[in-house]
């Protein structure tokens, strides 16, 4: 293939769109839409799987892992969810039949709970509940995954400035969030407790106070310091608050910090990890969609003169269809009571996929 070879002894391609353009302005005009597809397919690529993630939630560790490969994944989790310190410290053991996994020391407590289908697990910290999370079993084990959000989305924006959730258990980022924006130090020893039907939030020792007062339409928050300084804040989907300005997702029930966290800091490679991990992609969308990620990345290094062959064409293009597929039934299933057709249908649309990359592997 003439165009192929072409390629293979001149071209130093590079996926960054401005480098992209350079190169495709010094090229015959016969191959240049030839040099689109591994663009465009690749793009294909990494998009679907971003919204597999956002769709399907972040993977946190198994059940069955815990008092095990897991303890040290789980103890993690807290800290970085809920600043819980004293967990990696506490002892560990299942319950209940193995229904309740419990942390506890001396002074401190909590449990996870699972429903009686193994679908739910409930979060409680010192007797409080303060989060659910999704279970599904996968290769007869019980993941646990924290869903993004629940309904459509009417618009997808990039949240930079989410502080802290209104309505959950979220003390250490509320006091990170005042520390860090009005040098508020005083907050680390104070008590904090909602009055007013938990309209309002109160931060109190024995010479400080603040309050954070939530308006009637629970749309907007006025933050009042002692020391004369105010502030008003944002409510957003009913729970998370913003600075004014802020960029943010509409829609229902959102998990602004986890949405950032896929759409900014995972890279692809956690993300078709965490798709695997939740029995979303099969071994061999797995290993297909490593090797053209491997693939990419040469293309992408401007010291390899020739990194792009006829056979990695029709890998990223394969890798798309793949993730086409799987993105298509995973949209299926998302319907509440959908039919057995429809269930016929998706479970095509995988198989169909794990049967394509499988031959891309021979």
């Known amino acids: 293939m003439v165009t192929i070879e072409y390629l293979n002894e001149t071209a130093k391609i590079n996926l960054c769109p401005t480098c992209f353009e350079i190169y495709k302005a010094s090229i015959e005009q016969s191959i240049k839409d030839l040099l689109f597809n591994p663009i465009d397919d690749w793009r294909d690529v990494e998009s679907n799987i971003t919204q597999m993630v956002l769709i399907t939630?972040?993977?946190?560790?198994?059940?069955?892992?815990?008092?095990?490969?897991?303890?040290?994944?789980?103890?993690?989790?807290?800290?970085?969810?809920?600043?819980?310190d004293w967990g990696k410290n506490a002892k560990i053991e299942k319950m209940d039949d193995g229904k309740t996994i419990q942390l506890s020391t001396g002074k401190n407590y909590l449990s996870l709970t699972l429903n009686d289908e193994k679908t739910k697990a409930n979060l409680e910290i010192d007797n409080v509940k303060t989060a659910e999370y999704t279970i599904k079993k996968v290769n007869n084990k019980l993941k646990?995954?924290?869903?993004?959000?629940?309904?459509?989305?009417?618009?997808?924006?990039?949240?930079?400035?989410l502080y802290f959730i209104w309505d959950e258990k979220d003390e250490w980022r509320l006091i990170k969030f005042?520390?860090?924006?009005?040098?508020?130090?005083?907050?680390?020893?104070?008590?904090?407790?909602?009055?007013?039907?938990?309209?309002?939030?109160?931060?109190?020792?024995?010479?400080?106070?603040?309050s954070l007062t939530l308006n009637d339409e629970k749309t907007k928050i006025s933050l009042k310091i002692d020391d004369g300084r105010t502030d008003e804040l944002i409510l957003r989907t009913g729970k998370e608050v913003y600075k004014e300005g802020s960029n943010v997702a509409f829609g229902e029930e959102i998990d602004m910090k986890a949405f950032q966290e896929i759409k900014v800091v995972w890279g692809f490679t956690k993300k078709i990890d965490d798709l695997y991990e939740k029995g979303i992609l099969g071994d061999f969308s797995?290993?297909?969609l490593h090797e053209a990620y491997e693939v990419?990345?040469?293309?992408?290094?401007?010291?390899?003169?020739?990194p792009f062959s006829e056979q990695d064409l029709i890998l990223f293009h394969n890798a798309?269809?793949?993730?086409?597929?799987?993105?298509?039934?995973?949209?299926?299933?998302?319907?509440?009571?959908?039919s057995t057709s429809l269930k016929s249908i998706s479970t095509n649309l995988k198989n169909g996929a794990e049967e394509l990359a499988k031959q891309c592997l021979l």
């Open 286 to 288: 797995h290993r297909v």
């Open 178 to 210: 005042l520390k860090q924006n009005y040098s508020i130090d005083w907050v680390k020893t104070a008590k904090i407790e909602k009055t007013d039907d938990g309209k309002t939030i109160q931060l109190s020792t024995g010479k400080n106070y603040l």
């Open 320 to 338: 798309s269809l793949v993730t086409h597929g799987i993105l298509q039934a995973i949209q299926i299933e998302r319907g509440e009571d959908i």
């Open 296 to 306: 990419r990345n040469k293309i992408h290094d401007p010291s390899i003169v020739s």
């Open 57 to 84: 939630g972040i993977y946190l560790f198994s059940w069955d892992g815990i008092q095990g490969n897991d303890n040290e994944i789980f103890k993690k989790f807290l800290k970085k969810n809920f600043g819980i």
């Open 144 to 161: 646990i995954y924290k869903k993004v959000f629940k309904g459509k989305l009417d618009f997808l924006y990039f949240a930079k400035d």
